[in-house]
């Protein structure tokens, strides 16, 4: 029971700090001027490393960083706060050298599905609540 509780204020604690984190690129990016285009040049220029070893599968593969803004289809992705959000895993060791913060691209299109599987779930389960809720009004 304490453990759980110390594990979402963990959780809290890292998603407030990620608010905080998002909202100052964004005001910067305002004061800055950027538009949308040239927010998308920016991610398209993230670093994929030729050679180093996953965290997730050990593999020595390409790899990117865990903790850096990608874009995948337009939108913004971060591998670790991704995990973080669909599994409530928090990673250790994020401020350590780039090759220590590596992900292969199999590992990000499986986190990638699972996010999506888990976002599925959830709008079926809302979207049951709402029925029964509803039922139950009537
Ligand atoms: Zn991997």
Do not use: W
């Not at 050679?51 to 790899?63: A, P, Q, Y």
């Amino acid at each position: 029971m304490l453990l759980c509780s110390l594990l979402d204020a963990n959780i809290f604690i890292y998603k407030f700090t990620l608010s905080l984190i998002h909202l100052v690129i964004f005001t910067s990016n305002i004061r800055n001027n950027l538009s949308p285009t040239m927010n998308a040049a920016r991610f398209k220029a993230m670093p994929v490393i030729e050679t180093g070893v996953c965290r997730f599968c050990g593999h020595n593969k390409k790899c990117r960083v865990i903790n850096i803004e990608y874009e995948n289809l337009g939108q913004r992705e971060v591998y670790s706060e991704m995990l973080l959000e669909c599994f409530g895993i928090l990673l250790s060791n994020l401020d350590r050298p780039q090759k220590e913060r590596l992900v292969c691209a199999s590992c990000v299109h499986r986190l990638r599905a699972a996010c999506s599987f888990k976002n599925q779930l959830l709008k079926c389960e809302e979207t049951l609540k709402r029925k029964i809720e509803g039922k139950l009004k009537i």
